[in-house]
């Protein structure tokens, strides 16, 4: 079975626990106006312009973004990492992106990891239909779940989605066997206002045991993506984030998780 994704990223260290390789897959139903992965918008192949520069000459270039693959093959090429997640606990990770809009192809490498003893993860904001995060959530080991904005007009106006699916999804993972960690974006502005914190530790509050949960400050690393996509960029200008008022924010969400990181 082949899927669409646009990378796959060995040694990644942010992405679940212990060294993991991550494949990214192609296409999101979210456009979050942060998001650092821009290329990933599209459940298609995109040809994108761009100058190359050789001594003093310039010459246009295109670099196609996005390619289909079976999942036996991606298999292969991270067979060759397995010592590394023995070692490290670590293992597979499917991001993007959003794996959800390609479930069958999810659950496919889901299996195919599994029969091969690797631990698996899935990096989601939670935004499918019930019966869709359900399955593919049946065949991973692990659940990294994005939880952004607590007002679902709020959510509607900054993602293009309201977050009422993202909810029912997450009451229940929290009420099923599955193991996850809430991962909460720390946008200027957006996220991390005093009302929207208040709103999310409210929501995280009426959950059952949360073993994690990973703040994620604002970061640059996705700007220059924007510029390879022709995007507007709304942060363009954003410094890096107050290391102090993400520790503020970890104190604040201490009780509600046994453990409060910053980073992922």
């Known amino acids: 079975m082949k899927g669409l994704i646009f990378d796959i990223r060995s040694f990644s260290v942010h992405d679940g626990p212990g060294i993991r390789t991550t494949v990214f897959f192609k296409g999101c139903p ?110 991973t080991d692990l659940i990294l779940f994005d939880l952004k904005i607590a007002d679902t007009n709020a959510h509607k106006q900054h993602t293009g989605q309201g977050n009422a699916l993202i909810l029912e999804n997450l009451r229940w993972l929290s009420n099923s066997s599955k193991r996850f960690f809430i991962r909460i974006p720390l946008i200027p502005d957006i996220t991390d206002t005093a009302r929207n914190i208040e709103g999310l530790y409210q929501i995280i509050k009426t959950l059952g045991f949360v073993e994690r949960i990973d703040l994620l400050p604002f970061h640059q690393l996705g700007k220059s993506k924007y510029e390879r996509l022709g995007l507007p960029f709304a942060f363009n200008d954003q410094p890096a984030y107050d290391r102090s008022k993400s520790e503020t924010i970890q104190t604040f969400f201490g009780p509600l998780a046994q453990t409060v990181g910053i980073g992922g």
């Open 30 to 139: 979210l456009r979050c106006s942060w998001c650092h992965n821009p290329e990933s918008y599209h459940c298609r192949s995109e040809s994108v312009r761009k100058i190359r520069k050789l001594g003093n000459k310039s010459f246009e270039a295109s670099e196609v973004i996005g390619y289909e693959v079976e999942a036996a093959d991606i298999m292969s090429k991270i067979e060759a990492d397995k010592p590394f997640f023995e070692e490290s606990g670590g293992g597979l990770t499917l991001s993007g992106g959003e794996p959800l809009m390609q479930p069958a192809f999810a659950v496919n490498l889901l299996k195919l990891a599994s029969e091969n003893g690797i631990h698996t993860a899935l990096d989601t904001s939670g935004y499918a239909v019930s019966e869709t995060f359900r399955q593919v959530a049946h065949h």
